[in-house]
T-cell receptor, first 110, second 113 residues
Framework: GIQVEQSPPDLILQEGANSTLRCNFS?????LQWFHQNPWGQLINLFY???GTKQNGRLSATTVATERYSLLYISSSQTTDSGVYFC????????????FGAGTRLAVHP | ETGVTQSPTHLIKTRGQQVTLRCSSQ?????VSWYQQALGQGPQFIFQ???????GRGNFPPRFSGLQFPNYSSELNVNALELDDSALYLC????????????FGPGTRLTVT
């Protein structure tokens, strides 16, 4: 089945710094989602981005489907950005099963 | 627009017992998926329901079962609980199958002792 790898596994930043998180996937996809999991476990939708670039405030994402990777950019990080960031791609088997990477654990210190 | 809700928030059960977790899908969504997330890992797909039928299943034993109701809400039932079933259980809803965007509820944290 499709494999999803995220890097780096852990990231520590000072408030105000910028960062780039990477998601590699092993097969063609028709969908890719980025999530932020807060300390209470809630998965918050950041981007639905099968291809191209999207921006939402301080966050932006780019997916290059032909090269099988996606990037999540966080600019001017804040302590509230702390948590785990997951990317997920669908299993192309006719139902909406998402396959998640292991996540990037981000800690932003004041 | 109401988001995905789950109940209960936390639950403690004893090994061998049975548990039922509940999920209400986002307004207008007809597809519900359940995921199990062990500590320090990404969520793992359990199964999916579309219009009250299971239409996809991950690598989970038959003691994990579910239901979807006419209003598209859903239940996850786990029989004969094992210690390894301790995890965060997440429910997600979507407008349909792939590639529709999935939206997740806050989760139920199950502890099996």
């Amino acid at each position: 089945g499709i494999q999803v790898e995220q890097s780096p596994p852990d990231l520590i930043l000072q408030e105000g710094a910028n960062s780039t998180l990477r998601c590699n996937f092993s097969d063609s996809v028709n969908n890719l989602q980025w999530f932020h999991q807060n300390p209470w476990g809630q998965l918050i939708n950041l981007f639905y981005i099968p291809s191209g670039t999207k921006q939402n405030g301080r966050l932006s994402a780019t997916t290059v489907a032909t090269e099988r990777y996606s990037l999540l950019y966080i600019s001017s990080s804040q302590t509230t950005d702390s948590g785990v960031y997951f990317c997920a791609v669908p299993f192309l088997g006719g139902y909406n099963k998402l396959i998640f990477g292991a996540g990037t654990r981000l800690a932003v210190h004041p | 627009e109401t988001g995905v809700t789950q109940s209960p928030t936390h639950l403690i059960k004893t090994r061998g017992q049975q548990v039922t977790l509940r999920c209400s899908s986002q307004s207008g969504h007809n597809t519900v998926s359940w995921y199990q997330q062990a500590l320090g890992q990404g969520p793992q797909f359990i199964f999916q329901y579309y219009r009250e039928e299971e239409n996809g299943r991950g690598n989970f034993p038959p003691r994990f079962s579910g239901l979807q109701f006419p209003n598209y809400s859903s239940e996850l039932n786990v029989n004969a609980l094992e210690l390894d079933d301790s995890a965060l259980y997440l429910c997600a809803s979507s407008l349909g199958g792939s590639p529709y965007e999935q939206y997740f509820g806050p989760g139920t944290r199950l502890t099996v002792t």
